[in-house]
Each structure stands twice: as structure tokens, then as C-alpha cells.
Antibody, heavy 114, light 112 residues
């Protein structure tokens, strides 16, 4: 059974940093491109970014609102996906999901507030 | 960015009746490889999204066969042949052809 389990969310002040993790199991993580999608409270889904596999150079792509502030990485030895979030803004407040689209984690809530 | 416009945004449906959701794209979603990367997701209340349909009309494993997807180019439709109580929630279309990936604004299906 595929499982994606996010962690690392919490309350952070504007300008602060946070690193989210997503532990994957039940599939060949190293062969799978992975994405982060977020959902602000009561709002729709917003694509954050994606990382390709090591074979494809671990290339990353980001949405404009997070480009230059967020970094997606992966550790295939640990079957874990990461989202390093820097220079956080109040508008980054959301539930963050890791996903390969056919499967989604339960999400982790990030609240950016003073 | 590609804009996906869903309609209706609210869809009250009687149990056992059909339902249909439209997703129109501001650009063609046909990729250079000839594939159209249009997905449909359902997010039940309090849950994570779940993919129902990928590449326009392919049903995910576990998705009931009352769900079907159709369309081409920039005009797509999700149909539910007979709505059941477990179908309530918000439906999103998402395109995987252009960067950045984008989602429709969501259609909330509720039971009348």
C-alpha cells in the first residue's frame, strides 16, 4: 500500500523558515517524480513545485509565488521528499501535501503569523 | 499561466441522478508528445484529494465506474452516471501539460 506521510508543519513568524518532510513507502520512490501542492484555508489547490528523479537529474520546477524562496529536494536512501521554505509570508499559510498525483499524503499545516 | 475554468462552481444533485462538471482551459492541453494531461480529483470534506481520472478519460484503480472523463483540446467534462452519497465534496481539474501546473477553482457537489 502506498503511503505518503508529511511532517514538519507548524507556526512560524513572517520571514522565518521551515522544512517539511514526506516519508514515502509502498512504491519505488527513487523512480518517481514527486510534487508539493498546497491549499490555503478554505481555498482551492495550488501547485507548489516538483522534483524529477535522480536519473532525470533531480531537476526542480516551482510556481512563481515560491520560486527563489522554496527548495524541493529528495533523499532516495531514506525514501523522503523535502520542502525547504524560506522567507515565509503570511500568504504561505496552507496545508502542504506531497503527492505523485495518484496518491496524496494527509498534509501538514503551515501557519505563518506573528 | 494556463487558466482552468470549471462550471458550475456549485452542483446540487439528487441521489441517483447524473451530474456533469465542465473544465475549460485557456490553452490547448495537448502536449508535444500528443498526450493530453488533464486530471480530475475529488476532495471529500476533511480529506486529502484523490485522483479519479488521468489523461482525460483513464479511470484510476479504485475509482468507481460511474465516473467518466471526456473531452479534447481545451474542453473537458467529468460525468457521474448516478450520484451516490459518498460522491459529495469538491471536484478539481488539473492540467499537467504546461508549466506551471494549474488547477481549476473547484466544483462543490452537494446532495439536494
Amino acid at each position: 500500500e502506498v503511503q505518503l506521510v508529511e511532517s514538519g508543519g507548524g507556526l512560524v513568524e513572517p520571514g522565518g523558515s521551515l522544512r517539511l518532510s514526506c516519508a514515502a513507502s509502498g512504491f519505488t520512490f527513487s523512480n518517481t517524480r514527486m510534487s508539493w501542492v498546497r491549499q490555503a484555508p478554505g481555498k482551492g489547490l495550488e501547485w507548489v513545485g516538483r522534483i524529477k528523479t535522480k536519473t532525470d537529474g533531480e531537476t526542480t520546477d516551482y510556481a512563481a509565488p515560491v520560486k527563489g524562496r522554496f527548495i524541493i529536494s529528495r533523499d532516495d536512501s531514506k525514501n523522503t521528499l523535502y520542502l525547504q521554505m524560506n522567507s515565509l509570508k503570511t500568504e504561505d499559510t496552507a496545508i502542504y501535501y506531497c503527492t505523485q498525483y495518484s496518491n496524496w499524503g494527509q498534509g501538514t499545516l503551515v501557519t505563518v503569523s506573528s | 499561466d494556463v487558466v482552468l475554468t470549471q462550471s458550475p462552481l456549485s452542483l446540487p444533485v439528487t441521489l441517483g441522478q447524473p451530474a456533469s462538471i465542465s473544465c475549460r482551459s485557456s490553452q490547448s492541453l495537448v502536449d508535444t508528445d500528443g498526450t493530453t494531461y488533464l486530471n480530475w480529483f475529488l476532495q471529500r470534506p476533511g480529506q486529502s484529494p484523490r485522483r479519479l481520472i488521468y489523461k482525460v478519460s483513464n479511470r484510476d484503480s479504485g475509482a468507481p465506474d460511474r465516473f467518466s472523463g471526456s473531452g479534447s483540446g481545451s474542453d473537458f467534462t467529468l460525468k457521474i452516471s448516478r450520484v451516490e452519497a459518498e460522491d459529495i465534496g469538491v471536484y478539481f481539474c488539473m492540467q499537467g501539460t504546461h508549466w506551471p501546473r494549474t488547477f481549476g477553482q473547484g466544483t462543490k457537489l452537494e446532495i439536494k
